[in-house]
């Protein structure tokens, strides 16, 4: 397997020699383009193929990251003693638990419970999170575990177990308008 280190001076180096070859293909892995996009001519056959695959391995990566960190609706059921799978998709629905599907079931990231059932102030944190437009549990999950330079090294989630919440809200208002 080829490491991501050499590949990245083996791209760099196709850069500087061949810009325009490999800048609709660094456009397309930044989401700056989609695959169909034609900026500049199609981008170098095999340089686009190793871009798709470079994304594919990020979103199962991606993917694999956020149900290690999750539990399944079972686990939720039985954590927050309710009867079925349907009753923690009915909370979902609602918006009082965040959850999203990766193939056919659905993953509820792990902070969101505590010792005896809920995290406390989980209302608080998921409302915010939608008046800031931010509503997929895996792009939410991978926000709020972020460490920022700007915070000390701390996550968007020690703010909210801190109650730091107009700081929390800043930041989550930032963020949605970043993603929109």
């Known amino acids: 397997m080829v490491s991501t280190r ?3 001076r083996r791209i760099a180096a196709r850069a500087e020699s061949e810009p325009e070859t490999v800048l609709p293909v660094l456009r397309l892995l930044a989401g700056e383009a989609s695959p169909d996009e034609d900026p500049s001519g199609r981008p170098d056959p095999a340089l686009r193929a190793v871009a798709l695959q470079i994304n594919r391995t990020r979103v199962q990566r991606a993917q694999r990251d956020f149900v290690a960190r999750s539990w399944s609706a079972e686990q939720v059921a039985e954590h927050l003693g309710v009867r079925s799978r349907q009753a923690v998709a009915q909370r979902r629905a609602r918006g009082t638990l965040l959850g999203g599907r990766v193939g056919h ?3 509820y990231p792990a902070w969101q419970f505590g010792a005896d059932g809920l995290a406390a102030d989980l209302d608080r944190l ?4 939608r008046e800031a437009g931010l509503g997929d549990a895996r792009a939410v999950d991978d926000a709020l575990r972020m460490p920022h330079s ?7 989630l020690d703010l909210w177990r801190s109650g730091s919440w107009d700081e929390l809200q800043a930041w989550l208002g930032d963020i949605g308008t970043w993603q929109h």
């Open 150 to 156: 700007e915070l000390g090294g701390r996550t968007l």
């Open 126 to 129: 998921l409302r915010l999170l």
């Open 105 to 107: 079931a659905v993953f």
């Open 6 to 8: 050499s590949m990245l």
